[in-house]
């Protein structure tokens, strides 16, 4: 049984998860607080991020989100996320870079640090400004996602991908912690209604931060 | 034919052409500068960094190094660089991201900075103690390099993998801008002379950056 290391609003950690889901494999959550390095845990990945992923059984250790999720795309045929030709493939791969890194960077991370890490362990009130500007960021970040959505079924092309796994795991976060505002992006909020009526996302839905209260609609199919 | 998009101290185009090379793709460079921010560039790609590959006859653009490295070892067999079963893959590319991401942010990053950036783009002096973290860091990740080594032949295995390539790279980078010191690492420095007297790295270290000189002992098999 694959042991998955991650905490509830980790975005990468989410990707993950909604691949498993769709692929249909099992695994046990661990839940781990990167913030506190753990000495076991540090030893299991010297960097200290999540996810991480142990089958102890057969000696496997899995670290990065990428990596984990090139792993069961290669070992799992069911539900392929890295659909289509090799230009096909560096479109998914493209964007699934884009969300992990630059809308990370620009709204997932601030939000998490702002109110999140500021709560939970630097016990000290957010800064307006970081908020403001993570917000107006996913404005713009919305907006591309609305244009790709113009000329595509799903956010790379006409199958799901990876692309959309990686988008909803950070919109997620970015909207539990009060980030996203869907007013005037009615192609992104279909999109994203879409995502969130999927059997491998209505799990992570349910789940909570300690301490931290998620906006009354974000489990909501009726935005 | 394929254009590359790159500058010459670039760690993730050096590691694209390393990969290129390797597999005999021909490609013509084409010096781009991204702290310029081209209005053409921008419209290639938005985030505005190197390298971008584009094949205009086929109309192929790839953008961001891991995608390009991915999209060529799908499509061309020879020299293959991800090698073995799935986890043997997963650690090759859970190394490819460690230099990527925290070589670099350690640091490759800082020694550009300091180095480069500031003499061309911003007129300032470096600052004294980013250099020596920099220079502290390296000897950390040198360290790991020759742990690693200390049980296998290349950095990921039995084989050379675009794990070898991402790090050759981004120390190729880290040793033009004076930031390597190869005393009590015999291993790593071995392993290093061995990768310089390859084929596809020898034109990169013949290459200069405008107004930057290297190390004497740069390009030399004989460290």
Redesign the interface.
Known sequence: MWQLYQFPLCPFSRKVRLLLGEKGVGYEPVRESPWQRRDEFLDLNP?GQVPVMVDSERG?T???S???C??FE??VTKSPMLNGT??D??EI??LV??FDT?FYRDITAPLLNERMLKRLVYRQAPDGQALRGAMKAAVEYLDYIDYLLDHRTWLAGPMMSLADLAAAAQISVADYLGGIDWKSHEQAKRWYIGMKSRPSFRNLLTERMDGIAPPADYEKLDL
Chains 1, 2 share one sequence.
């Open positions: 960097t496997v899995l670290i990065d990428s990596v984990i090139e792993f290669e070992t090799a230009p493939r560096a791969r493209r870079i884009w630059y």
